[in-house]
């Protein structure tokens, strides 16, 4: 039976570790490092808990590996893009600024 | 069904397909459950890839920190993570056999998910009285309210979903006649809660802390 074909991993152990990775995040928005470093530490972290979760609580670690590959490419998909994206952060004339409303009469 | 009469019945129908998943050897629908779900983590990396080259070409984008709070999105996230916890129980309980052990875990579970709707709701409320529109907002780029809106909407839709199809389970689980004839549907549910969790841990981050 499925129930038997697999070892439950200590549920409760994940549960703590995410309890306590949450609780470091809320602390790393205090730290003083500046917003990369701490940026970089937040994505580190949150990797982190949501492998934990796949690993774990989706059992994709007693899973083939060719699911999770499967599991996987999204991750990497997203984050290309984010490179794609990127280079207009930075390669960009002037940065885009909430344009405010004309005022009524200046309409022509 | 064992692989050996499994396969011989593929055969003897001429199947040209084998009759178990080749990747998940319980299920097809465990299969399918995985492969729907990397479709939809893939529509919410885009949301959040966007998000994040749109705020990096923004210059006043408002400090999320300092205009949403995170006292209650942090207690929220802890309530998800909770709500994961009592979904593996249920899956564990139905191992055992224990069928009313089960469905109270999976009520306990879609409790949880009906509370953080809830808090969505009262944060969403408090935030649009504060000024926080999807076009607009009184501190910095317009964008800033229409992706909060748009992917923390998102997700709160899955959460709805998903509460239901909790719900629905329970009543599954009462109609099986056996424990372990609704195991592996309970599984292919705790996987796209899991999810469900994994993607908000994704936007805490991204949308609130960052």
Not at chain 2, 5 to 22: F, L, N, Q, W
Not at chain 2, 36 to 48: E, N, W
Not at chain 2, 153 to 179: C, D, E, K, N
Request: proline share 4%.
């Amino acid at each position: 039976m499925a129930a038997e074909s697999h070892k439950h991993p200590n549920y409760m152990a994940i549960f703590w570790i995410l309890a306590i990775l949450t609780v470091v995040e809320i602390a790393v928005v205090f730290l003083p490092f500046g917003k990369i470093v701490n940026g970089t530490m937040l994505c580190v972290l949150a990797v982190t808990k949501a492998a934990l979760v796949a690993a774990y609580f989706m059992h994709l670690k007693f899973e083939t590996r060719t699911l999770a590959l499967i599991a996987i490419t999204p991750l990497t998909i997203a984050t290309l893009l984010v490179f794609v994206i990127l280079p207009d952060a930075f390669f960009v004339d002037h940065k885009t600024a909430n344009v405010k409303p004309a005022p009524a009469g200046a309409k022509h | 069904m064992s692989a050996a009469t499994s396969h011989a019945a593929a055969t003897s129908h001429g199947a040209v397909e084998p009759a178990e998943s080749p990747l998940t050897p319980e299920s097809w629908g465990k299969l399918g459950m995985w492969i729907f779900l990397a479709g939809d983590a893939v529509g919410f990396g885009t949301l959040l890839a966007a998000y994040g080259g749109m705020r990096a070409t923004s210059a006043d984008w408002p400090n999320p920190y300092e205009v949403l709070g995170i006292n209650l999105t942090a207690a929220m996230t802890f309530l998800l993570i909770c709500s994961s916890v009592t979904m593996v129980k249920a899956l564990e309980w139905l191992g055992r056999g224990d069928r009313a052990k089960a469905k109270m875990f999976l009520l306990f579970t879609a409790l949880g998910g009906a509370i953080f709707v809830g808090c969505q709701a009262f944060e969403w409320t408090h935030l649009i009285h504060r000024g926080l529109h999807i076009n607009g907002n009184p501190w910095g780029a317009s964008l800033f309210g229409t992706t909060f809106f748009l992917i923390t909407g998102f997700h709160g839709l899955h959460v709805t979903g998903g509460v239901i199809y909790l719900l629905a389970m329970i009543g599954v689980v009462s109609r099986r006649p056996a424990p372990a004839a609704s195991y592996n549907m309970v599984e292919i549910t705790g996987l796209y809660w899991h999810f469900v969790d994994l993607v908000w841990i994704m936007v805490f981050t991204f949308m609130y802390l960052l």
